[in-house]
């Protein structure tokens, strides 16, 4: 399954929608903070993320997943990104960190190379 972590409404239901025209089962959640409560860390085989959120961004989450030894391959979205932020993300483990707005073929691609790693 895909997790999507956005607290853009019209974003999550277009990369939700993106993923299922595919055949991706895709969960969305509105805050890293409601992933994280889901308790579906552990059934997620790649995580779509937005960097910036209130309260916990998509850098933090993926720290907090880190530390919890649950490495989830994670691509990061943002609208906001430079190059210092990608480096931290690419460091950190994410698999990929694209600026939007994105190309959905190249999203696609990224999730499913997620998925097989």
């Given at each position: 399954?895909?997790?999507i ?63 919890d030894e649950?490495?989830i391959p994670t ?43």
């Amino acid at each position: 399954m895909v997790a999507i972590v956005d607290d853009d409404d019209l974003m999550r239901s277009a990369l939700q929608g993106l993923l299922k025209s595919v055949g991706l089962p895709a969960q969305a959640f509105a805050s890293a903070e409601e992933f994280l409560k889901s308790g579906q860390q552990h059934e997620v085989g790649c995580l779509v993320a937005d960097i910036r959120m209130p309260g916990m961004s998509g850098l933090e989450l993926q720290a907090k997943l880190n530390a919890d030894e649950c490495r989830i391959p994670t691509i990061f979205i943002t609208a906001h990104g430079d190059e210092k932020m990608r480096m931290q993300a690419l460091r950190a483990g994410a698999v990929e960190f694209m600026a939007k707005p994105f190309d959905d073929e190249a999203l696609l691609e990224s999730v499913r190379a997620a998925l097989e790693s």
